[in-house]
C-alpha cells in the first residue's frame, strides 16, 4: 500500500510538472506574439496641399514676413500616404537667418533677418520592438525664397562647394539633376537633400530608428530613398501648382 500510496504521488508531481510547463510554453508563445512588429509599410508621394505659391519681385528676395511656414509645408495626410503606419505627429519650427543674396548691393528692406518658421522639424511614430512615441523625423528648410534666377545662382553656388568638399564620396555628394522632380537637386550627407524649384532653394533631411528602416549607416540610405525623396516629390509638386 506504500508503494502504491507513493507511485500516486510521483504521478501527481509529474502532472503538475507537466502542466507547469505547459503553461510555461504558453506564456512564451503569448509573449511572442505580443512582441511581433509589423512590417515597415513605404508609400509613394501623393501631394494634397495647397499650391506653394511665392511670388518675390524680380531681381530680389521675398520680405521674410511673407516666407512660408515650413510647418504647413508638409501635411499629415502627405507623409501618410509615403509612410501608412506613421502616427503622433507633432512640428517643431526651426528658425531661418536669410543673409542678402549680394554682399555688392544692397539688399532691398526686409527680406534679410530671421524667419522663425522658415523651417520645420516633424516628429512621429512608426512600429518598432522598442517603443518610441517619435522615433522618426522629416526636416524641411527654407533656404532661400526669391527671384528664380536668384536661386538657381544660390543653388549653382551651394552645389559647387558640396561637390568640391565631397565629391569623392557618392554617399557625401551627389548630383541628381531633376530625376527627383524639381530643377536640381543634390545629395548633401547620407541623409540630406538639397533642392531648388521656382523660387525655393530647400533641404529636406531626417532620420529613423524604427524596424525596418535597418542598421546605421544604411538606415540613413534607406530613409532618404524611401522617404525623403518622395518628400522632396511632394513639395516639388506643390511648388509647381499640380494636385
Known sequence: MDRLRGGRARSQRNR????????????????????????????????????????????????VAQWPDACEALGDDE??????????????????????FNPLTESEPGTTGDVPKGGCTTSFGLPAEYESKHNSRVRIVFQSVADPALVAKAYAKDRAYEAKDGGQDPEKYRD??????????????ADQLVCHQGPYEFEVSGSSTADGVGEYPESDKNWREEVLTEVVRTLSARMDGRP
Open 79 to 100: 507623409i501618410l500616404a509615403i509612410l501608412p503606419q506613421a502616427e503622433d505627429f507633432e512640428r517643431e519650427p526651426v528658425k531661418v537667418t536669410v543673409l542678402n
Open 16 to 63: 503538475t510538472a507537466l502542466a507547469a510547463a505547459a503553461l510555461a510554453s504558453a506564456v512564451t508563445v503569448l509573449a511572442g506574439c505580443g512582441s511581433d512588429v509589423p512590417a515597415l509599410e513605404f508609400g509613394a508621394a501623393k501631394p494634397s496641399g495647397p499650391r506653394l505659391d511665392a511670388q518675390p519681385p524680380q531681381g530680389s528676395s521675398l520680405p
Open 176 to 189: 541628381l539633376g531633376a530625376s527627383l522632380g524639381p530643377a536640381g537637386c543634390f545629395l548633401k550627407e
